[in-house]
RNA sequence: GGCUAGGUGGCAGAGUGGUCAUGCAGCGGCCUGCAAAGCCGCGUACAGCGGUUCGAUUCCGCUCCUAGCCUCCA
């Protein structure tokens, strides 16, 4: 039985979905104004995992992640740049693309921008006006009234009289009430904009997500996740959005992830402590080391980045891969020895848990190729192999993978050589030469491993 | 100030009312020409103070500390 953290709730609960066994989830992506940082990265491969599991567990899943293409942020930047918001937007999601298939994430079932439902969020808006949610201020702008919504303030556990006295907000003069936030702003001069029944606009921030979560997966659905920053207000403001416009329940569970830190500070754009996935991928050997870095802890706990946790993961997942390494082939995956990583993933996707069923499989793996007994290494390296997959890890080619190194070094036609050289040597027992080569390569990162057979491997330290 | 998460061995990080996390690093052994890798073994960990209990790292209370949200933010 698959149990979730809900933050509606505050509690693991049975993960049922509405309809038999079709899942609807709905995941806050990006704001495309600059590069990605480790921040997303771990948004995007938690949730990445959740779809991929559950699917694994034979759900049906419906993947929805939004790009966020209209924002004061973009047009900001853009006009630093001197450069078109329509084209700044295009080329940070490109990007953006281009570091989720680096990362081996899958792509979304949909993933909408806002500019394509500018339709749908007039409309949702117009419903909110309709129904008395939302008022027009005297600048143009529409805004939602926050006190019209009984139920405001119940995802982040946060009372509006609370609120209020918190609010850092400057008292707006069109607002009623310090927290009612914008539904559609009207354009100021040179801005993009939107033809609508109160003038040309473009969409506030949380109407976006309401109106393209409805538009694509009804009403009322199963999943919405997003980082634990998006909690209050975003979330809580869709909430409040999608059940006045709809008149229906909107979410069932409420994921939400944990930040990764640095210095054990939050690490943000705002801050400017920020590490972009391009930049860190450039210094690993592969961007799976950051997958297994991102997944060695809970999701939604804090996770503190720096280059000596990542070395580490570098690491732990080179010690499994070494394990799958040099296993006979034709082995199927032991349905039993599934099973623990199975209860660990159910188990509110319990990451460090299943590491650790993951490691028992490859200590066993590793004993079994130590005797030399060919059937179980080969049934072992299978279900090592199959219990990657559940968590989108260890499904590369181990030798090639052992012998990726970061940036360049020595070309494997010269390593083969020096390695073909010190063979010769070995096996003349001029242990001396054998070893100052053996020395060299190791100076220059390639780290050589003698094997029972007489033949010897080498692999980039 | 309000609300929400946390404080676990050198580091990372799960979990549990009473034998075990797991990984990295370290130490010892086996293996090896020597290594590497692997296997086996080792290390008096659960912020502090009370309370409940036969027994608490695990439950309750208080204290201290950290982070997040309360403004845009994954």
Same mark, same amino acid.
């Given at each position: 039985?698959?149990?979730? %953290?809900?933050?509606?709730?505050?509690?693991?609960?049975?993960?049922?979905?509405?309809?038999?066994?079709?899942?609807?989830?709905?995941?806050?992506?990006?704001?495309?104004? $600059?590069?990605?940082?480790?921040?997303?990265?771990?948004?995007?491969?938690? *949730?990445?995992?959740?779809?991929?599991?559950?699917?694994?567990?034979?759900?049906?899943?419906?993947?929805?992640?939004?790009?966020?293409?209209?924002?004061?942020?973009?047009?900001?930047?853009?006009?630093?740049?001197?450069? $078109?918001?329509?084209?700044?937007?295009?080329?940070?999601?490109?990007?953006?693309?281009?570091?989720?298939?680096?990362?081996?994430?899958?792509?979304?079932?949909?993933?909408?921008?806002?500019?394509?439902?500018?339709?749908?969020?007039?409309?949702?808006?117009?419903?909110?006006?309709?129904?008395?949610?939302?008022?027009?201020?005297?600048?143009?702008?529409?805004?939602?009234?926050?006190?019209?919504?009984?139920?405001?303030?119940?995802?982040?556990?946060?009372?509006?009289?609370?609120?209020?006295?918190?609010?850092?907000?400057?008292?707006?003069?069109?607002?009623?009430?310090?927290? $009612?936030?914008?539904?559609?702003? %009207?354009?100021?001069?040179?801005?993009?904009?939107?033809?609508?029944?109160?003038?040309?606009?473009?969409?506030?921030? %949380?109407?976006?997500?309401?109106?393209?979560?409805?538009?694509?997966?009804?009403?009322? *659905?199963?999943?919405?996740?997003?980082?634990?920053?998006?909690?209050?207000?975003? %979330?809580?403001?869709?909430?409040?959005?999608?059940?006045?416009?709809?008149?229906?329940? *909107?979410?069932?569970?409420?994921?939400?992830?944990?930040?990764?830190?640095?210095?054990?500070?939050?690490?943000?754009?705002?801050?400017?402590?920020?590490?972009?996935?391009?930049?860190?991928?450039?210094?690993?050997?592969?961007?799976?080391?950051?997958?297994?870095?991102?997944?060695?802890?809970?999701?939604?706990?804090?996770?503190?980045?720096?280059?000596?946790?990542?070395?580490?993961?570098?690491?732990?997942?080179?010690?499994?891969?070494?394990?799958?390494? $040099?296993?006979?082939?034709?082995?199927?995956?032991?349905?039993?020895?599934?099973?623990?990583?199975?209860?660990?993933?159910?188990?509110?996707?319990?990451?460090?848990?299943?590491?650790?069923?993951?490691?028992?499989?490859?200590?066993?793996?590793?004993?079994?190729?130590?005797?030399?007994?060919?059937?179980?290494?080969?049934?072992?390296?299978?279900?090592?192999?199959?219990?990657?997959?559940?968590?989108?890890?260890?499904?590369?080619?181990?030798?090639?993978?052992?012998?990726?190194?970061?940036?360049?070094?020595?070309?494997?036609?010269?390593?083969?050589?020096?390695?073909?050289?010190?063979?010769?040597?070995?096996?003349?027992?001029?242990?001396?030469?054998?070893?100052?080569?053996?020395?060299?390569?190791?100076?220059?990162?390639?780290?050589?491993?003698?094997?029972?057979?007489?033949?010897?491997?080498?692999?980039?330290?």
């Amino acid at each position: 039985m698959l149990c979730i %953290h809900n933050s509606l709730t505050g509690r693991k609960e049975p993960f049922k979905p509405m309809r038999d066994n079709q899942v609807r989830m709905y995941v806050c992506g990006m704001t495309v104004y $600059d590069h990605i940082h480790l921040g997303h990265a771990r948004m995007l491969t938690v *949730f990445d995992l959740v779809q991929r599991y559950l699917r694994a567990r034979g759900f049906d899943v419906t993947y929805v992640r939004n790009v966020t293409d209209i924002d004061d942020k973009i047009i900001q930047r853009a006009a630093q740049n001197g450069e $078109d918001w329509a084209a700044l937007a295009r080329r940070f999601t490109d990007s953006m693309h281009e570091d989720c298939a680096r990362l081996g994430l899958a792509p979304p079932d949909h993933e909408p921008r806002a500019t394509a439902y500018i339709p749908a969020i007039v409309a949702m808006t117009r419903t909110l006006i309709d129904k008395g949610y939302a008022y027009v201020a005297e600048d143009g702008d529409v805004l939602y009234a926050v006190r019209k919504f009984a139920d405001y303030g119940r995802l982040s556990g946060k009372r509006l009289e609370d609120l209020r006295a918190g609010a850092r907000v400057e008292v707006d003069e069109g607002k009623r009430d310090p927290l $009612d936030f914008v539904l559609w702003k %009207h354009a100021k001069p040179g801005e993009p904009s939107w033809p609508s029944p109160w003038g040309p606009g473009r969409p506030g921030w %949380h109407i976006e997500c309401s109106a393209m979560s409805v538009s694509l997966l009804g009403d009322h *659905f199963d999943l919405h996740g997003g980082g634990m920053d998006l909690k209050f207000p975003h %979330h809580e403001n869709e909430i409040a959005q999608s059940c006045a416009a709809c008149g229906t329940p *909107f979410v069932n569970v409420w994921m939400h992830n944990g930040f990764v830190r640095v210095d054990d500070e939050k690490m943000s754009k705002s801050l400017g402590n920020f590490f972009t996935v391009r930049d860190v991928l450039s210094t690993l050997r592969d961007p799976e080391v950051l997958r297994f870095f991102l997944l060695s802890s809970h999701y939604r706990g804090p996770i503190n980045y720096s280059a000596a946790q990542l070395a580490q993961a570098d690491e732990t997942l080179l010690g499994l891969y070494r394990a799958l390494a $040099d296993t006979p082939g034709g082995g199927t995956a032991d349905p039993v020895a599934m099973e623990p990583l199975t209860a660990a993933m159910d188990d509110d996707f319990n990451t460090p848990e299943a590491f650790a069923v993951l490691q028992a499989e490859a200590r066993a793996l590793n004993a079994a190729k130590a005797t030399g007994d060919g059937a179980s290494a080969a049934a072992r390296a299978a279900t090592l192999r199959a219990m990657g997959r559940v968590l989108g890890l260890l499904q590369a080619d181990p030798a090639e993978y052992l012998k990726r190194g970061v940036g360049a070094g020595l070309a494997d036609a010269d390593i083969e050589r020096l390695a073909a050289e010190r063979r010769a040597a070995r096996t003349a027992r001029r242990f001396k030469d054998a070893d100052r080569i053996r020395d060299e390569l190791a100076a220059a990162g390639v780290i050589l491993e003698d094997k029972p057979d007489g033949s010897t491997a080498w692999r980039r330290a």
